[in-house]
Nanobody
Framework: QVQLVESGGGLVQAGGSLRLSCAAS????????MGWFRQAPGKEREFVSS????????YYADSVTGRFTISRDNAKNTVYLQMNNLKPEDTAVYYC?????????????????WGQGTQVTVSS
């Protein structure tokens, strides 16, 4: 069993920044890939970013490349998503998830446990 708890969401103006955190417990965090997904009202859940177990490999959706940075601290069992130059279209509930795929993955069906989500709202 794995528990994931996201934090760091909020309301920010366009062009601003937020840093999301996801704290994991219950299993050896450092062996597994992690990902961030988001879901806006009326839309399907979409991939944002993923990171391998070591942090050496990262992947981003085209829509966030150059603006978002994923990282992890295995000593703290935490994964982060630094979001810069936020846009109104980034507004969504952001979820972190863990996959037994150590390399990370963009396919949400490959993820085994999910957090409860944190709301990010970007005003124009």
């Amino acid at each position: 069993q794995v528990q994931l708890v996201e934090s760091g969401g909020g309301l920010v103006q366009a062009g601003g920044s937020l840093r999301l955190s996801c704290a994991a417990s219950g299993r050896t965090f450092s062996r597994y890939g992690m990902g961030w997904f988001r879901q806006a009202p009326g839309k399907e859940r979409e991939f944002v970013s993923s990171i391998s177990w070591s942090g050496d490999s990262t992947y981003y959706a085209d829509s966030v490349t150059g603006r978002f940075t994923i990282s992890r601290d295995n000593a703290k069992n935490t994964v982060y998503l630094q979001m810069n130059n936020l846009k109104p279209e980034d507004t969504a509930v952001y979820y972190c998830a863990i996959t037994w795929d150590s390399g990370g993955n963009s396919d949400y069906t490959r993820y085994n446990y999910w957090g409860q989500g944190t709301q990010v709202t970007v005003s124009s």
